[in-house]
């Protein structure tokens, strides 16, 4: 395992607890993960994923240990600090897609930049060439209602790619899919990583899909790294 | 993010709740409109007063009250002060006296208060009405605020100022049209012929006859001044004035009542008061002390400044009270509106925050939906407080000219008014969305993304 890895965490453990009662989500996690790679994460339901996920997308903050990413060390950002790296480093896309019901998909797309100075004008403009890249330029005017899943989720992926991210984390992107759109998603996934150095980590359980695409796999249990695989 | 941003945005996300934003909103408005009548009627009430006094000079003036004139002219404690000593008998207020005041520094004139009883007739309509002799200085200065004419010239013109007031009591609508007619002023004398015919002494005790007749003089209308909307003792105080000269050559009684007339026995105890105008507040003291010196009693309407504006403050204090209950009302309005907005947008949050919103931005975010709901309020709440002020006004000028009391504008809209009352409300709105903002930003991403 590569210790100087892009995104890397040393004995990452997340323990919630409500009231008396202690549940150890993540335990003693060490990972690595070099630029450009596409990881693969599956392991049974409550083993930890999407605990894991939160923690490297920035959305939580660990018990104990630490993450590291592009050198920093996240573990130790404020809240603010948070924010701006969820806004620049890394885009986040969700099995229930999280996109706004009452925006357009050019508007969900526009969303990030409209916590940085960015014109409208600018933020449209790159907006809708997002847009283009999922392949939804036509839907632009339409609102998630309007959209099939797989047309949601690529919104949710130009939303993720508009900041131009170096990291994709994708916590069950095609949970909510058929096997056909859920191929899909994961192709455009698959070529970001490829075309644009993307390091994408991409949970799911379909590991099938996710070994043919994915350069790395490992599997959780109950909080634990327990089986790490090359992919195809 | 950007100011345009936030507004925008603030829009956006109203404009999809209509009604809630719309009904949140009027409450705004009817707080604000409710504060800004009461705020604007208090001070057109003040404004009315000093504008008034002002206008005429008034402050400029003193009054001196004889000692033996009746209790009811000196109202304020001010006076009461001096009464002790007022128990000695004061001087007479004679033409001596007036002599003399004239010679004080600052003083521009000084002149007594007479008023005579007297029946009008003008064409059909009659009226009784107190006439006063008024110096042709005084009828051409300030303090009489003609409507519509000019002032008599000269002491012995044979021409008179009436108010507009009694003019509609005389049935006459425009003012206008009262210049140049005649006049008829029938006053009341003495009759002694009457009075010492055998018999007569009984028909006057049995309430058969009045040892009164009337002589009856002609004057022209010279102008129409507008009717003093306060008492006391001021420098005018009737409803028609004539020179001093032709006052002179009428026959008539020379009190005012017919108690002073029988009290007086006769005696010439000189007028009962004096007006006297000095040229600039600062001589007002020394005047005072002089004629106070002398066993005599004053009044001063600047001395009721300071009272004025207490009782004003304590009038302001109260509308103000009534006002801002409508506003903690729209407040609870606004918190209410905007946590159930928080709870609805929960997951929206969750959504902003995941994709790199910080909390400031979040809790901007809200702060401008408050504040575009207080600007609206503040606003539509200015214009409502306006209309209602001038509806109120038009019922309030009905009611008042129908007893021939002049036109007052009730209320008034100072420009801090209605500056002041736009930023208060988005004053009171962002104050009103601390709580709800905070909570907003408090929303854990992680928890608002599971949320449905
Ligand atoms: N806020 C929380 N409070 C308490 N326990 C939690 C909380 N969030 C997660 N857990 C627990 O942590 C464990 C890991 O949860 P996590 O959501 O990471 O599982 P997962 O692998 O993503 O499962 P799934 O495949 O069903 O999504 C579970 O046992 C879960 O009950
Ligand atoms: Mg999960």
């Not at chain 1, 409500?18 to 339901?45: E, M, P």
């Not at chain 1, 900041?163 to 069950?172: K, Q």
């Not at chain 2, 829009?11 to 909103?25: D, S, V, Y």
């Not at chain 2, 009627?41 to 206008?55: L, R, S, Y």
Request: aromatic share 8%.
């Amino acid at each position: 395992m590569d210790f100087n890895g892009f995104v890397r965490t040393e004995n990452l453990s997340k323990v919630y607890s409500s009231g008396r009662i202690q549940v150890v989500a993540l335990d003693r996690v060490n990972l690595s993960v070099a630029k450009g790679c596409f990881l693969g994460v599956t392991g049974t339901s409550g083993s930890g994923k999407s605990t894991l996920m939160n923690l490297l997308g920035g959305l939580d903050t660990p018990s104990t240990g630490e993450i590291h990413v592009q050198g920093k060390r996240i573990s130790e950002f404020t809240s603010d600090e948070l924010a701006l790296y969820r806004r620049y480093q890394v885009g986040m896309i969700f099995q229930a897609f999280n996109i706004i019901p009452s925006y357009t998909a050019l508007q969900n797309v526009a969303l990030p930049l409209l916590f940085s100075d960015v014109t409208k004008l600018q933020r449209l403009r790159r907006a809708e060439e997002m847009l283009a890249k999922v392949g939804l330029h036509s839907r632009k005017d339409h609102r998630p209602g309007e959209l099939s899943g797989g047309e949601q989720q690529r919104v949710a992926i130009a939303r993720a790619l508009i900041h131009r991210p170096n990291i994709i984390l994708a916590d069950e992107p095609t949970g909510n899919l058929d096997s056909q759109t859920s191929r899909e998603i994961v192709e455009i996934l698959s070529d970001l990583n490829r075309n644009q150095d993307l390091t994408v980590i991409m949970i799911s359980h379909e590991e099938h899909l996710l070994a043919e695409f994915a350069d790395e796999m490992i599997r959780l249990q109950d909080g634990h790294v327990v089986e790490q695989s090359r992919g195809d | 993010m950007r100011i345009a941003d936030y507004i925008e945005q603030s829009f956006f996300n109203l404009w999809k709740k209509k009604l809630r934003t719309f009904l949140t909103t009027f409450g705004v408005v009817i707080g604000i409109g409710a504060l800004v009548s009461m705020i604007s009627f208090g001070k057109g009430m003040q404004k009315n007063v000093k504008d008034q006094f002002e206008k005429a000079a008034l402050f400029n003036y003193v009054t001196i009250i004889s000692n033996s004139e009746g209790e009811h002219l000196a109202h304020s404690p001010r006076h009461r002060r001096v009464e002790p000593e007022s128990n000695r008998p004061g001087r007479v207020l004679d033409d001596d006296f007036i002599h003399e005041i004239t010679q004080l520094e600052g003083v521009e004139l000084a002149f007594p208060e007479r008023r005579f009883p007297a029946n009008l007739k003008l064409g059909e309509k009659e009226q009784f009405a107190l006439v006063q002799v008024l110096p042709t200085d005084v009828c051409r200065s300030k303090l009489m605020q003609l409507v519509v004419g000019k002032p008599y010239m000269s002491d012995n013109e044979n021409a008179v100022i009436i108010s507009d007031s009694l003019l509609r009591r005389l049935n006459i609508k425009d003012p206008k049209s009262a210049i140049g007619r005649k006049i008829e002023v029938a006053t009341l004398i003495l009759d002694l012929k009457n009075f010492l015919k055998p018999g007569g002494i009984i028909s006057i005790l049995a309430g058969k006859s009045l040892p009164f007749s009337e002589e009856s003089y002609t004057f022209t209308i010279a102008g129409v001044c507008e009717r003093a909307g306060f008492h006391g003792p001021m420098p005018l105080r009737s409803d028609v004035f004539i020179p001093p000269g032709t006052a002179d050559q009428m026959k008539k009684l020379s009190s005012t009542s017919i108690w002073d007339f029988f009290q007086s026995k006769g005696e010439t105890k000189g007028y009962s008061m004096l007006n006297v105008r000095v040229s600039s507040l600062k001589y007002i003291d020394s005047v005072k002390a002089y004629a106070e010196d002398q066993g005599l009693r004053t009044f001063a309407l600047v001395d009721q400044l300071e009272e004025m504006k207490t009782a004003f403050l304590v009038m302001d204090m109260f509308l103000l009270a009534v006002g801002m209950i409508a506003i903690v009302v729209a407040s609870l309005g606004i918190i209410n509106t905007m946590v159930m907005s928080i709870l609805e947008r929960y997951k929206e949050i969750g959504i902003m925050k995941a994709v790199g919103a910080t909390n400031r931005d979040v809790k901007k975010i809200f702060f401008f939906e408050s504040g575009v709901i207080g600007f609206a309020g503040g606003v539509f709440g200015l214009i409502l407080g306006w209309i209602v002020s001038i509806l109120i006004n038009r019922v309030v000028n009905h009611i008042l000219s129908k007893q021939g009391a002049p036109h007052v504008d009730c209320f008034a809209f100072p420009w801090w008014l209605c500056l002041g009352a736009i930023l208060f409300s988005i004053v009171v709105s962002l104050i009103a969305g601390i709580y709800p903002t905070l909570r907003a930003a408090r929303v854990d991403p992680i928890v608002a993304l599971r949320h449905d």
